[in-house]
């Protein structure tokens, strides 16, 4: 299964939630991409997050790290730190995983493959 292509990102986490889009990029088990989504803590604040991955898919999970991140509130840079994108279920269709930072923030997270 190639799971290249472009993703819809939803992840629910401690204290808000993250939506937005991923690409993906497989060539043999290495796969590469790019996270784009909006984080938002309900009644506190919302962070425009972009954020490069690389990992490598075996044993049908997948594991990517973050290589680089940029953040944006209200339209300027932030620090921001990297996540690990671990997952638990890969379909044609779905990827499904869990999200933690250095600091142990958790979330998980439900990719739909657009069409």
């Known amino acids: 299964?190639?799971?290249?292509?472009?993703?819809?990102?939803?992840?629910?986490?401690?204290?808000?939630?993250?939506?937005?889009?991923?690409?993906?990029?497989?060539?043999g088990d290495e796969?590469?991409?790019?996270?784009?989504?909006?984080?938002?803590?309900?009644?506190?604040?919302?962070i425009q997050v972009t954020e490069k991955v690389k990992g490598t898919l075996a044993d049908g999970k997948l594991l990517l790290e973050s290589v680089e991140v940029k953040a944006?509130?209200?339209?300027?840079?932030?620090?921001?730190?990297?996540?690990?994108?671990?997952?638990?279920?890969?379909t044609e269709t779905q990827i499904i995983g869990s999200t933690y930072d250095s600091e142990d923030v958790c979330g998980v997270f439900v990719l739909e493959r657009k069409v």
């Open 72 to 90: 944006l509130q209200n339209g300027r840079e932030i620090s921001y730190l990297p996540n690990t994108f671990e997952t638990h279920r890969i």
């Open 1 to 27: 299964m190639n799971i290249s292509g472009n993703w819809t990102y939803n992840e629910d986490f401690e204290y808000g939630n993250s939506v937005g889009e991923v690409e993906l990029i497989q060539t």
């Open 31 to 46: 796969v590469s991409g790019i996270f784009s989504f909006t984080e938002e803590v309900k009644n506190n604040y919302s």
